[in-house]
Structures are given as C-alpha cells and as structure tokens.
C-alpha cells in the first residue's frame, strides 16, 4: 500500500466549475498535509496547507482534512484553464519525513 | 511565501563530466533540504536528505559516490552529479524545509529545478 494515493486523472472539468480532487494516506500518525500544484515542466507550488479537521479556505482553494478517514480533498472554486495542472498530495508524518503522491492531472476546458 | 532559487537552470554537459547544482534558500534558513529526480511524466522522486553541518541520507538505490551532497550553511546546499552519464539526463529539483517551530507544521517549498541533459 503506498503511503500516499492520489487518482493519476486525468479530471477535466468545464471552465468555471468546481474541480475536487481527492487524496488518501495510509498513516494515522500523520501530522500535516499540503497540496502543490505543478504544471508541466516546472517544479512544484505550494498551494496550501492543512493540519487540523476540517476546512481550511484561501481564495478559490479550500482544503479538507478527515483524519478519522484519512482523507485529505482540495476544492478549486470557478476552475480557469490556467489551473490546468498535476496537483500533488503531500504528507508530513514525523520528525519531517514527507511522501508524496503520484499527482492527479486537471485540466480545465475553456 | 518563502523563496527557494537554483542554479544553474539547465545544463549540458559531456558524458564523463560533472555537474553541480545549486539550491539556495533566500529568506529563510533552512537546516533540512530534500534533492528530488523527475523524468518526463513520472512522479517525483526523493533522492536524498541534506542536512546542515551532517552527512545527507540517501534514498534506496541512489549511489551516494555518484551523487554528492554538500549542506555546509543554512542556506546552501548543493548536489553534484559526477561522472554524468546519459541516463542521468532529469529535472533535478531541491526544496528546502521552511521550519515553524513544530516539526509537525514544517514546510517544503520547492526551487524551480535543473534541467540536465547528458550527451
């Protein structure tokens, strides 16, 4: 079971709708949770981070975090091409160790 | 935000020579810091642990001899290819570890990566 699972994608949602895209981790003790967004050929960005239940909102982007389930989820609110993207589900568990997922590819259709 | 610069963007270089590359933080400090390796349309993948003033930690199956790690301030780390060969031709990204006082809220944030391409 790999430490971070994401849908590779691709999502493709219509412009100005909302793009959800979902994440598992398979470590209970994991302690923060981040999204980076990267599009192709460039590195990746922080879009947000989360730590504790709930929803955490900034701009069009809302994070949520169910620990109980061990799901983390990022909402893209009136979704624009230039968000088309590979979004990457992060992991802190301890002591600073970070797993990453695969990335889910979105791509949004003018 | 917190800002992570690179150097060089890319580089091209012979097979049989080496490389290194450049990851500097720029307005934090940053006693950890990760060097990743993507090929096209893969996953990024953790190379290795930098950390300051100690010996970097490697991931499973990178040759440490080939890939030398140096973190000697806490802002500055470098990778250095040696003996690059082509199939060592990627995106070579560093992040560096933007600390908040509680490990458990650390953050990575990335440098805009290095393209090599080995001939």
């Known amino acids: 079971q790999k430490e971070v699972e994401q849908n590779s994608g691709p999502l493709s949602v219509p412009e100005g709708a909302i793009a959800s895209l979902n994440c598992t981790y398979s470590?209970?003790?994991?302690?923060?949770f981040f999204w980076y967004r990267q599009y192709s050929g460039k590195s990746p960005e922080l879009i947000m981070s989360i730590y504790s239940n709930g929803d955490k909102e900034d701009g069009r982007f809302t994070a949520q975090l169910n620990k109980a389930s061990q799901y983390v989820s990022l909402l893209i609110r009136d979704s624009q091409p230039s968000d088309s993207a590979t979004y990457l589900c992060?992991?802190?568990?301890?002591?600073?160790?970070?797993?990453f997922g695969s990335g889910t590819k979105l791509n949004v259709k003018p | 935000g917190a800002v992570v610069s690179q150097h060089p963007s890319w580089v091209i270089c012979k097979s049989g020579t080496s490389v290194k590359i450049e990851c500097r933080s720029l307005?934090?400090?940053?006693?950890?810091m990760f060097w990743y390796r993507q090929f096209p349309k893969q996953s990024l993948m953790l190379m290795a642990t930098?950390?300051?003033?100690?010996?970097?930690?490697?991931e499973q199956g990178v040759e440490k001899d080939k890939f030398l790690i140096n973190h000697a301030s806490l802002t500055l780390s470098t990778l250095t290819v040696t003996s690059a060969h082509p199939e060592d031709s990627s995106f070579y990204i560093c992040?560096?570890?933007?600390?908040?006082?509680?490990?458990?809220?650390?953050?990575?944030?990335f440098g805009p990566g290095t393209r090599l391409t080995v001939l």
């Open positions: 470590d209970r003790g994991s302690q923060s």
């Open positions: 307005d934090f400090q940053a006693t950890t």
């Open positions: 992040s560096a570890l933007r600390a908040s006082g509680t490990s458990t809220t650390d953050t990575q944030y």
């Open positions: 930098s950390n300051e003033g100690s010996k970097a930690t490697y």
């Open positions: 992060a992991v802190n568990r301890n002591f600073n160790k970070f797993y």
